[in-house]
């Protein structure tokens, strides 16, 4: 006889779950564990499949419902995505009911979806107050799946996706910052480190790699990649909400030249791409923009700097530039008739133009 290759996904597991939800009940529909709940699976079935319970347990004691019950996504469960209803006859009776979910461990699975889906690319997200997978919001919104058929499903209906929670990062628990025990508090903690050696000669070597892409209407005010650092307490040094290091490891460690460019510690760009320019007319750009919204409301403020530099070593050597340009136009060089000025670079303060001077004169 031969093997049957068609039954399903074999990659796919499905675990049995109580889901106690009134809505009707789809195939491909998600549903989350109960957050909340003291229930436990512990009494019988009846031919509904609704189940009587026994007993209870207790918060903080074992309690078992937390991997059995599962609803509709909502606000302080759609941390806690359990999987997608899988065929069976429960599908098209309302709850409550016992059922099968395939839970997300990167296999390939009908999912019920209202989204217009491109093979490979569109991302399916569990969001509050849906029975469908859809777009990941920023808000109450978990990015759980990547569609493996292009279909467009303007109206709900169920499209093939890989779902795989481990695609995607998202640290928060309903909006509420995950902690670190202070058991020990004169221990450094870290959370995520990514610590990688490259051995190859391969021109770029990247330990990340982010490229998040504009194509509507929308927005990154505050950034495409965002960081911040929360100060709420007086800590035992200075802080920074992001920071890079070029670090000269060793005595064989040593900088390579290439074609005018330096070594940095950090590094922006701004470029153009496509066989037309772009189009500036509507908007100025800046490769560093250093702004500061600060009210301490004191008399008396400390020092606040738009650009501040420091050297760990006071020896003369540091800095053999403060102030690099690679070539004149780089920073709209203006040549002088004078003596003492051969150029100006132009600034803008509060709008006004000024002039830096630029002199090889004693």
């Known amino acids: 006889m031969a093997d049957n290759l068609t039954a399903g996904n074999p990659r796919a597991?499905?675990?049995?779950?109580?889901?106690?939800?009134?809505?009707?009940?789809?195939?491909?529909?998600?549903?989350?564990?109960?957050n909340s709940t003291t229930n436990w699976f512990g009494g019988s079935v009846a031919n509904t499949g609704e189940i009587t319970v026994s007993t209870t347990t207790a918060e903080g004691s074992q309690n078992e419902g937390k991997y059995i019950r599962v609803e509709n996504p909502n606000a302080d469960n759609v941390s806690m995505f359990a999987g997608v209803?899988?065929?069976g006859g429960w599908v098209g009776t309302t709850g409550p009911s016992v059922l099968d979910i395939y839970i997300p461990n990167g296999a390939v699975v009908p999912v019920r979806t209202d989204s217009n889906c491109l093979i490979d690319q569109t991302i399916l997200a569990v969001t509050t107050g849906s029975q469908e997978l859809g777009v990941p919001l920023v808000a109450d919104s978990r990015s759980v799946a990547i569609?493996?058929?292009?279909?467009?499903?303007?109206?709900?209906?169920?499209?093939?996706?890989?779902?795989?929670?481990?695609?995607?990062?998202?640290?928060?628990?309903?909006?509420?910052a995950l902690s670190v025990d202070d058991a020990d508090t004169t221990t450094a903690t870290m959370v995520n480190h990514i610590n990688v050696k490259f051995l190859g000669t391969a021109s770029t070597?990247?330990?990340l790699y982010c490229n998040g892409t504009i194509a509507g209407a929308g927005a990154c005010l505050s950034g495409m990649w965002y960081f911040e650092t929360h100060i709420t307490a007086t800590p035992a040094n200075v802080c920074h909400a992001l920071g890079a290091a070029l670090c000269l490891n060793g005595d064989d460690a040593k900088l390579a030249s290439s074609s005018g460019e330096i070594s940095a510690a950090f590094r922006a760009s701004v470029w153009t791409l496509g066989t037309t320019a772009a189009d500036?007319?509507?908007?100025?750009?800046?490769?560093?923009?250093c702004t500061s919204y600060i009210d301490d409301g004191v008399t008396t403020?400390?020092?606040?700097?738009?650009?501040y530099f420091h050297s760990s070593d006071a020896t003369y050597h540091v800095f053999t530039h403060l102030f690099g340009v690679r070539h004149a136009l780089d920073v709209g060089f203006i040549a002088k008739s004078s003596a003492a000025v051969s150029h100006v670079i132009p600034i803008s303060v509060a709008g006004t133009n000024y002039w830096l001077m630029v002199s090889n004169q004693a």
């Open 280 to 289: 500036l007319s509507d908007g100025d750009v800046t490769a560093i923009l």
């Open 85 to 87: 209803v899988k065929r």
């Open 13 to 34: 597991h499905a675990v049995r779950v109580y889901y106690f939800g009134t809505s009707t009940i789809y195939e491909g529909m998600p549903v989350c564990y109960d």
């Open 205 to 207: 070597n990247l330990g």
């Open 301 to 307: 403020p400390g020092s606040i700097y738009g650009l």
């Open 147 to 176: 569609a493996r058929e292009t279909i467009d499903r303007g109206t709900a209906g169920l499209v093939l996706a890989e779902l795989n929670t481990s695609r995607f990062v998202y640290q928060d628990m309903g909006g509420t």
